[in-house]
């Protein structure tokens, strides 16, 4: 299993501004995933977390919009850089341990104003 | 592309009473699915993992099932109680190009009432 901790759990931020979101895994894991959840929808995925390299994003999300770091195998960072209202989301990660299931953190609710 | 869809998107039931939960997916070459359970200000618990060679999965109360040819699962909830009360989400994995890359479902809301 995995447990799996966000900072912040939620943030009000003002539009143009950056925030970047932590995600903490007690244990080592293979791969790690960036969420989002606008209102009333479910979640997308954005990218996956790669560590030492760059991140692999859908369709739809870009590095300089979105930039992640995974310096190793139990942390990382997914900034969202200059935002607007429409990036008002839960932020999820996830983490999947070797030969088991995809665990998830517990969000960070971000409102831009 | 694959798509997930989930009916009803909103359902409300007295307590004790059994209910059903609906996912269907488009594309039938997925690897495993995967039943969440979504509170409010939480992330997502899992519930239930049903590979692609099993037919139906059950913990407890829970019983999911999988029909891989036609794109379908349920959930089904025996003796609903006011604590199941949350957002349950299906999701599938791919079979191929990323084995871990969750395609969600757009989630039903269940409120189980006293």
């Known amino acids: 299993s995995a447990v799996i901790s966000q900072k912040p759990s939620r943030d009000i931020c003002q539009r143009g501004t950056s925030l970047t979101i932590q995600c903490q895994v007690d244990?080592?894991?293979?791969?790690m995933f960036w969420y989002r959840q606008q209102p009333g929808q479910s979640l997308t995925l954005i990218a996956t977390?790669?560590?030492?390299?760059?991140?692999?994003?859908e369709s739809g999300f870009v590095i300089d919009k979105f930039p992640i770091s995974r310096p190793n195998l139990t942390f990382s960072t997914l900034t969202v850089s200059n935002m607007s209202p429409e990036d008002s989301s839960i932020y999820l990660c996830?983490?999947?341990?070797?030969?088991?299931?995809?665990?998830f953190g517990p969000g960070t609710r971000l409102l831009v104003l | 592309k694959q798509e997930v869809t989930q009916i009803p998107a909103a359902l409300s039931v007295p307590e004790g009473e059994n209910l059903v939960l609906n996912c269907s997916f488009t594309?039938?070459?997925?690897?495993?699915l995967q039943w969440f359970r979504q509170d409010p200000g939480k992330g997502l618990t899992s519930l239930l993992l049903?590979?692609?060679?099993?037919r139906e999965q059950t913990s407890g109360r829970l019983n999911a099932s999988l029909d891989k040819s036609s794109g379908r699962s349920t959930l089904y909830i025996a003796a609903s109680q006011p604590g199941d009360s949350a957002t349950y989400l299906c999701?599938?994995?791919?079979?191929?190009?990323?084995?871990?890359?969750?395609?969600f479902g757009t989630g039903t809301q269940l409120k189980v009432e006293l």
């Open positions: 049903i590979q692609s060679s099993q």
């Open positions: 977390a790669n560590q030492g390299s760059e991140a692999t994003y």
């Open positions: 996830s983490a999947v341990p070797p030969q088991e299931t995809q665990y």
């Open positions: 244990s080592q894991v293979t791969m």
């Open positions: 594309d039938s070459a997925i690897y495993n």
């Open positions: 999701a599938v994995y791919p079979l191929t190009g990323g084995g871990n890359k969750l395609t």
